[in-house]
């Protein structure tokens, strides 16, 4: 892959994060228990980091980051925004947009001819990724939002 398109498919990505953290700041705001804010705030911090690495590495590559959002941040941000109505409503609007996440980096993993270092980058994030998924699947499995109600 030539590295005008490793650039654009790493721009795709910072695009993706940016939308993240703002899906992720609607769900912070939406949820009332502690435990659930603090890790969401991390995840979210995980996406700063996503955004700060890849343009790091679209620079080095001598692009340009992207760091805007796109039309389905707009989507992203507002279908949070809607379903999020309180915890159990903020874990579901994130494991939706967790969904998406996992799978565009999933896709960008299969991208063939990835220099080491971008390949690297792209499974660290991609790990975070699963953790955040696995992480709220977990806490709507256990229905915490049960435990502050009793």
């Not at 993993?109 to 955040?132: F, I």
């Amino acid at each position: 892959m030539d590295t005008a398109k490793v650039v654009e498919k790493l721009n795709d990505l910072i695009k993706l994060d940016v939308d993240a953290i703002h899906a992720y700041d609607q769900a912070i705001s939406a949820c009332t228990m502690d435990e659930l804010k603090r890790n969401l705030t991390e995840f979210r911090a995980d996406h700063d980091r996503h955004v700060r690495d890849l343009s790091e590495c679209v620079r080095a590559l001598g692009g340009q980051p992207d760091v805007r959002r796109d039309w389905k941040g707009f989507f992203i941000s507002g279908f949070t925004g809607i379903v999020s109505q309180g915890d159990h409503s903020a874990l579901v609007a994130m494991q939706t947009n967790e969904e998406l996440t996992n799978s565009t980096y999933h896709k960008a993993l299969d991208l063939e001819n990835l220099s080491p270092d971008v390949r690297s980058l792209l499974e660290k994030n991609y790990s975070d990724e699963q953790r955040h998924l696995q992480w709220i699947k977990a806490q709507l499995s256990a229905r915490v939002w049960e435990r502050k109600a009793a």
